[in-house]
């Protein structure tokens, strides 16, 4: 239970007498809330018009006065832009400035949640319901998808056959294009793997060879003041003549293992291949398609 924030105006029959010269406080029930006392009554803290909220509990009644007070006043606030917005972007619609009207209603839609506002989003969009275009972007579909039905139902009325005539369309180009792109994307990246090993073990064979001379280097260099033959001096350039060489080929096989592992990676990707872009391109019309006709979730529960 939430704790009850008691205003001073609310205690009753708080008094001070003296016993014996010394000071006691008593509090003076009524009848009523003794007896509801004695019965184990549990309050509550209950705000009018207001939702809990854990950051308005343990606050004292001014304190509580006053937060409430400032959101009341920014809610006011954030209605007042809203109404601009919406009244900026009426204008900018009128002069038929469909993207300026837009903005507007977008704006208007930041300060607070508005109908309106967002009916009038599509409208602007849509060019006053005669392109649906701008729908077919991403974000713009991912919006018209989250909005409220009753704002979506203006546009399906008057492009929904349309644009489910459009997905038929594109699904039809892009479901051979799937076939063909896959089977090619297959058929490269069995040799584009075999490559990538192929660089890779050299590239390890260099890196541990390089290692190795480079050590080779070392053990023979410490023998060289503790010797008077020359082998050590020997020792030390012929190590040092193949830590180079290995250097060298380790650089080589560097590059050519980050060649071949970019091949893999771009083969991964559809935008690679002048067919594999356009059926990038198809696939992500059908994606807006569905997010604005509401198919996606369907789709994705058939599957």
């Keep these: 239970m939430e704790e009850r924030l008691i205003d001073k105006d609310e205690l009753r029959?708080?008094?001070r007498k003296r016993t014996d010269g010394e000071e006691d406080v008593v509090d003076e029930?009524?009848?009523?809330d003794a007896a509801a006392e004695e019965e184990g009554e549990n309050y509550t803290l209950?705000?009018?018009?207001?939702e809990y909220d854990e950051d308005l509990v343990g606050l004292t009644p001014s304190q509580l006065k006053e937060e409430l007070e400032r959101r009341e006043r920014l809610r006011e606030e954030a209605h007042a832009e809203?109404?601009?917005h919406i009244a900026a972007g009426e204008e900018a619609f009128a002069a038929r400035q469909f993207s300026g009207a837009a903005e507007q209603f977008r704006a208007a839609l930041s300060y607070e949640y508005s109908q309106q506002a967002q009916e009038r989003l599509f409208a602007a969009l849509t060019e006053d319901y005669t392109d649906a275009q701008a729908l077919l972007d991403r974000d713009n579909a991912q919006e018209f998808a989250a909005a409220d039905e009753a704002c979506r139902a203006p546009v399906l009325?008057?492009?929904?056959?349309?644009l489910r005539q459009e997905r038929e369309r594109a699904e039809g180009e892009a479901q051979p294009l799937r076939e063909r792109v896959r089977a090619a994307q297959e058929e490269r990246r069995t040799p584009f793997a075999a490559n990538r090993t192929y660089y890779l073990v050299r590239f390890?064979?260099?890196f541990a060879a390089m290692v190795l001379f480079a050590v080779g280097i070392g053990v023979s260099a410490s023998f060289l003041l503790r010797?008077?033959?020359?082998a050590p001096t020997v020792l030390t350039i012929v190590?040092?003549?193949l830590t180079f060489l290995s250097f060298v080929f380790f650089v080589y096989f560097s590059r050519k293992l980050l060649v071949a592992q970019r091949l893999c990676r771009d083969n991964e990707q559809l935008s690679s291949t002048e067919e594999g872009a356009q059926l990038a391109e198809l696939e992500e019309r059908l994606a807006c398609l569905d997010l604005v006709l509401g198919t996606q979730g369907q789709e994705d529960g058939a599957e």
């Excluded at 009325?157 to 349309?162: K, R, S, T």
């Excluded at 010797?227 to 020359?230: E, L, V």
Aim: no cysteine.
């Design 13 to 15: 029959g708080v008094r």
């Design 29 to 32: 029930l009524a009848p009523d």
């Design 46 to 50: 209950e705000f009018d018009g207001e």
């Design 82 to 84: 809203s109404l601009r």
């Design 157 to 162: 009325e008057v492009f929904g056959e349309a």
């Design 204 to 206: 390890l064979i260099s």
């Design 227 to 230: 010797t008077q033959s020359s």
């Design 239 to 241: 190590f040092g003549v």
